[in-house]
């Protein structure tokens, strides 16, 4: 196990420079000068000088080549140290660990109305193959992964908020604050896992030992949890990992919608006032993340399933 997770952070590293590279050069691309606008902003109804300009890059440090920038920013990096944003003067690292800490709340909550209810749908769907709940099942979960996320966070707003006033609007607050974004948030990720669990459960279920099982005159419940469920559940996993991934760095719309101050909504304020060095560090977090959450769901496998073999270990 050890050389497996040695080797997968070896290959990691490589894909984490390249990630910095492509940060740098996309953002070194964009147009218009942060020194300038940084300027202008200090002034405010005063119009700066080519000097106060120029003093404000030379500040920055992007007098500097390219090259030079890019190194610097990089080996303050690997220390994390990500640099100072050019729009609040805070330490980037601080301004993603504060909405991090928000996003993550937002996430989890996500992760749990997924798992509390497509799970127990899944499993009915299986169960009941074929017949009239299953149809049913299967409408609702195809309807509920087709709608947009945006769609939906304003159709709760306005049947929850606006028409029965029943919770807040938008911001963070209370446990009510927290209901309609991560409704929002679940609701396609809970139809997906719960045709997921289906399909993967009736695979299962014509398995050899899930027969065996059957044969000896188990509850069809006790097959479920105790032989089907658990092997059923590795490509639900793998999607969990990744879901959890992309909610925890692609809530941008739903923390827009219902402002929600986490890190959606700094990447947004962030690419509002070009704070480069903050944008940086917010999509280099997310590659971080995500790279970190597959080696975590990849480890997962050998506790749902013994028999899986990682590849470099040698272990059986």
């Not at 890059?57 to 303050?76: C, I």
Request: hydrophobic share 55%; no cysteine; glycine share 10%.
């Amino acid at each position: 196990m050890g050389r497996y997770v040695a080797r997968r952070v070896l290959v990691a590293v490589p894909t984490l420079a390249g990630l910095s590279v492509l940060i740098f050069v996309l953002v070194s691309l964009a147009p218009g000068d942060p020194a300038e606008e940084l300027t202008r902003k200090r002034f405010g109804d005063t119009e700066p000088t080519a000097a106060d300009i120029a003093r404000t890059r030379a500040m920055l440090g992007l007098d500097e080549p390219a090259v030079t920038q890019y190194l610097s920013w990089l080996g303050n990096a690997l220390t994390g140290d990500l640099g100072t944003g050019f729009s609040r003067g805070r330490p980037v690292s601080t301004e993603i660990a504060d909405a991090f800490g928000v996003t993550l709340v937002l996430a989890a909550a996500a992760v749990l109305v997924v798992v509390v209810v497509a799970f127990p749908l899944g499993v009915a769907a299986a169960m009941l193959h074929n017949r009239w709940p299953d149809h049913l099942l299967r409408l609702l979960t195809l309807v509920g992964a087709s709608v947009p996320g945006f769609f939906l966070a304003y159709v709760l707003i306005y049947l929850f908020a606006v028409e029965l006033g029943w919770l807040p609007v938008a911001g963070r607050g209370g446990l009510d604050h927290l209901v309609l974004p991560a409704l929002t948030l679940a609701v396609v990720p809970t139809a997906i896992v719960s045709r997921l669990l289906r399909s993967s459960l009736l695979e299962t279920f014509g398995e050899s030992y899930v027969r065996a099982a059957r044969a000896k005159g188990l509850a069809a419940t006790a097959v479920v949890v105790r032989h089907g469920l658990r092997n059923a559940t590795i490509p639900v996993v793998t999607y969990l990992g990744t879901l959890l991934a992309g909610l925890l760095d692609g809530v941008l719309i739903v923390e827009v919608i219902f402002a929600w101050p986490g890190l959606g909504q700094l990447t947004v304020q962030a690419i509002g006032a070009r704070d480069y060095p903050l944008i940086q560090g917010i999509v280099l977090f997310a590659g971080a993340l995500y790279v970190g959450l597959n080696l975590l769901v990849d480890l997962s496998y050998r506790l749902l399933d013994p028999r899986i073999r990682l590849a470099g270990t040698g272990e059986r």
